[in-house]
């Protein structure tokens, strides 16, 4: 195993999510991809949580999404169907047991209602506790709008830091949200590599 990457922050998750997945499975390395949180299911996503088809999918392909159903009810509200995580217990023994067909494990692990800005909440983000890297994604698309029409819980970031009301999104912004989440996961007691990345819609910095 290199690396178990959580990827956190708002709008650009899935997209990086993906991006990695690709770029690791065609330099030859194994892959597996979930959630701690919710997650879009994708073609030919793995929602049986057996391990012996999970490795197995994994030792043929080089590359597995994976994780579990949710109730009906919250399936049928949504357009497309999504996933929660794989069980911690069967994580850890896919990576326990697969020491030479398991290279990445990719997690998206936080979730932001299709907004390009979040600020966290106590109990967030949602970490696995074997996690080695944190990547936080920030949206910058819609820098000089109002934070309260961009940042997904925008109110519980008035109430922590005082922002004012008719604050816009501005380079100042997005680099608090971004120390936010630095202190949020070390608080947490994360201790591995925290990396940052900004997004505009079609371009990565």
């Known amino acids: 195993m290199e690396k178990v990457?959580?990827?956190?922050?708002?709008?650009?998750?899935?997209?990086l999510v993906h991006k990695l997945a690709r770029e690791y499975h065609r330099s030859g390395k194994?892959?597996?991809?979930?959630?701690?949180?919710?997650?879009?299911?994708e073609a030919d996503t793995d929602l049986?949580?057996?391990?012996?088809?999970?490795r197995d999918k994994i030792i043929k392909d080089g590359y597995c999404m994976a994780g579990?159903?949710?109730?009906?009810?919250?399936?049928s509200e949504q357009s497309k169907p999504k996933?929660?995580?794989?069980?911690?217990?069967l994580l850890?023994?896919?990576?326990?047991?697969?020491?030479?067909a398991l290279d990445y494990v990719i997690i998206e692990a936080d979730g932001a209602k299709h907004h390009s800005l979040k600020y966290p909440a106590a109990d967030e983000p949602v970490?696995?506790?074997?996690?080695?890297?944190?990547?936080?994604?920030?949206?910058?698309?819609?820098?000089?709008?109002?934070?309260?029409?961009?940042?997904?819980?925008?109110e519980l970031?008035?109430?922590?830091?005082?922002?004012?009301?008719?604050?816009?999104v501005d380079d100042s912004v997005i680099d608090t949200l971004r120390q936010v989440y630095v202190r949020k996961l070390r608080d947490s007691g994360f201790e591995g590599r925290i990396s940052c990345v900004f997004a505009n819609e079609r371009w990565w910095f």
Request: charged share 20%; glycine share 10%.
């Open 157 to 168: 970031m008035q109430k922590e830091l005082g922002t004012a009301e008719d604050a816009v």
């Open 5 to 15: 990457i959580s990827i956190v922050g708002a709008g650009g998750k899935t997209t």
């Open 48 to 54: 049986s949580c057996d391990f012996f088809a999970l």
């Open 68 to 75: 579990q159903k949710i109730s009906e009810q919250k399936i």
């Open 127 to 154: 970490i696995y506790p074997g996690t080695t890297d944190v990547i936080i994604v920030l949206g910058t698309w819609e820098k000089g709008r109002s934070c309260k029409d961009v940042v997904f819980r925008y």
């Open 83 to 89: 996933m929660c995580g794989l069980p911690y217990d």
């Open 92 to 100: 850890d023994k896919l990576i326990k047991d697969m020491p030479q």
């Open 30 to 41: 194994g892959v597996l991809v979930t959630t701690t949180t919710h997650m879009y299911v």
